[in-house]
């Protein structure tokens, strides 16, 4: 199955490593860059959790470092913090309200998705975060942004293999590819 997908895939080969290749997809990522239409359930803002109050990316993201995904901290994370911290304005209140809703409820966060990559392509945080590549490399200064910028959007091949490339990491088809 696998072999057949890349066989199939050769003859798309040349165009996507050609420079032209990489340099359009550079391009087409500069458009969406600083945009995020996805409204989330929570207005959780990066700027106050790890930019204010400096909390280390992994200590939400604790998959980032032991699995393919970085995953997106449970409610129990977000309540070992908020049934203390409630929020000064009624704004922030209100919003951390909602979180103990679904802490009672015993419901997780209907979080949107907003990096993604297609199911034929493997892409593990560990391996990265074992080389030392920083978040921001890929996903900018979260600490800066109040709701998600999209970086690097849409996640080509071309930025992959130019990376790859950089650093002299293997860029065979059957690493990324099932
Ligand atoms: C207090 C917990 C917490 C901390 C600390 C935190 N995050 Fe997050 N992060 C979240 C939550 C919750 C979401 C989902 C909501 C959203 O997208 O804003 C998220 C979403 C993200 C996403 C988008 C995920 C997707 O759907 O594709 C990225 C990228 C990200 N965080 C990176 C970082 C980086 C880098 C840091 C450190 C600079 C960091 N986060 C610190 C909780 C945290
Ligand atoms: C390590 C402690 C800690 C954790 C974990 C944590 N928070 Fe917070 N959160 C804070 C602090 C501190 C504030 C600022 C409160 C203030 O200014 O009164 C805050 C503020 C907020 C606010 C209001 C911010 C605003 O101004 O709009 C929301 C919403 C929020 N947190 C949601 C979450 C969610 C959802 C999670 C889990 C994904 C989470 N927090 C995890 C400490 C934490
Ligand atoms: C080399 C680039 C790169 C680096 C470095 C990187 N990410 Fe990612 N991140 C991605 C890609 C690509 C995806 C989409 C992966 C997928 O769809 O399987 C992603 C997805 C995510 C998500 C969405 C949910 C999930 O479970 O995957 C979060 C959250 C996230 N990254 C946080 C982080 C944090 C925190 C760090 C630093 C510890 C980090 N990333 C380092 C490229 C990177
Ligand atoms: C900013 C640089 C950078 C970007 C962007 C990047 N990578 Fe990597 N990648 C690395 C480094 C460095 C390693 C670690 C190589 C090692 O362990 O020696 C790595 C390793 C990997 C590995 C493991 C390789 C192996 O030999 O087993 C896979 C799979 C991988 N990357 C997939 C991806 C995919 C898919 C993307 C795009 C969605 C991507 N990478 C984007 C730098 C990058
Ligand atoms: C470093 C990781 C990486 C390597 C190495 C790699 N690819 Fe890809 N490839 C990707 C990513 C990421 C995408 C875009 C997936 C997406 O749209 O989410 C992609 C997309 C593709 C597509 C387009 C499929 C589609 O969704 O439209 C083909 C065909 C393809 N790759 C073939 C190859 C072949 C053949 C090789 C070997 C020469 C190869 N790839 C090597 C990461 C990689």
Known sequence: ?????IRASVAALTLLVSPEFLHAQENGAAVTDGENSKVQPIAFPHTIHA???QIDCQYCHFSAERS?????PPVATCWGCH???LGTDERQQAEIQNVRGYWERQEPIPWVRIYKVSDHVHFPHLRHVAAEVDCATCHGEVQEMTV????NQPLSMGWCV???MERDVSRDCAVCHY
């Open 148 to 151: 998600i910028e999209e970086v």
């Open 51 to 53: 930019g204010q109050d």
């Open 83 to 85: 049934q203390l911290i």
């Open 1 to 5: 199955m696998t072999k057949r997908w």
């Open 68 to 72: 393919v995904d970085a995953g997106i």
């Open 162 to 164: 130019s990376c790859h």
